[in-house]
């Protein structure tokens, strides 16, 4: 199937999600994840509506965002802290904040370019060793240690649930996210925003947008099966 027909269905289950809690289809926005899709397939879904572009490695950001205009870039995979200074001044927001000297450095590099950056707390929800992020308990700690850097904005939380064959096993996990998204919001801390709770992919992005998510981040949905070899 071509981008198109992919995109329809997905467009499709998304506005039923939203629906399905309330809200509708443009509350959610649809992260295009184009890791390893090359440029002219990315201009293709750009042309069909997707404005908004999410990749993990600064490095593919780096060599795109000079081919591909008017979109907006997302930093969505890991993040180390030397690699910070390639995509300060491209990307619009950081999904995969993880410790306080991580912010400390994108607050410096910031600074440099007189520019604030947008954060989202990566939590890892599931507590499985192989993922990135912050445990649950630890993140409305590390929100508030963030808030006080001037130059980042804590934007909301972002989570990878595990690979599951069948999504609603993640549900529970998507719940909890929201749970604890409500609650740092309830607390009204100064410079946190709790405005983007970013979970979902291809699997189960259905069950993520039904409860709660407003960021999905797809890509082989979207794409096809990735090929790393290229
Ligand atoms: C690759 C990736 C996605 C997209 O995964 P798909 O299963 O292809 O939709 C989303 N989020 C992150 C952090 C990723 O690394």
């Known amino acids: 199937m071509g981008i198109k027909e992919n995109l329809d269905i997905i467009n499709a289950n998304i506005t039923a999600a939203a629906e399905k809690s309330g809200r509708k289809r443009e509350d959610i926005l649809l992260l295009a994840v184009s890791k390893t899709v090359d440029v002219p397939r990315i201009k293709e879904a750009v042309e069909l509506g997707l404005a908004e572009l999410g990749e993990n490695k600064p490095q593919e950001i780096n060599r ?3 081919e591909i205009e008017n979109v907006k870039w997302h930093q969505i995979g890991h993040l180390q802290t030397n690699k910070v200074k390639y995509i300060i001044d491209k990307v619009c927001l950081i999904h995969s904040l993880d410790s306080l000297r991580l912010a400390e450095e994108i607050n410096k590099r910031a600074e440099k370019e007189n520019i604030d950056m947008d954060v989202l707390i990566e939590v890892n ?3 499985d060793e192989a993922k990135h992020g912050i445990p649950p308990d630890e993140a409305e700690s590390l ?3 963030v808030s006080k850097l001037p130059r980042v904005r804590v934007k909301g939380l972002m989570t990878v649930a595990p690979f599951v ?3 609603e096993e993640n549900r529970g996990y998507f719940r909890a996210m929201k749970k604890l998204f409500v609650d740092i919001q309830a607390k009204n ?5 709790m405005k983007y709770l970013s979970m979902g992919m291809t699997n189960d992005y259905i069950i993520a947008i039904e409860e709660g998510a407003n960021i999905v981040r797809i890509g ?3 794409f096809g099966e990735r090929n790393y070899n290229i």
Do not use: Q
């Open 143 to 145: 929100a508030l240690a």
């Open 165 to 167: 064959e069948d999504a």
């Open 125 to 127: 929800i599931s507590g």
């Open 64 to 66: 795109k965002y000079p």
């Open 189 to 193: 801390y100064d410079n946190i925003d």
């Open 220 to 222: 082989t949905g979207i």
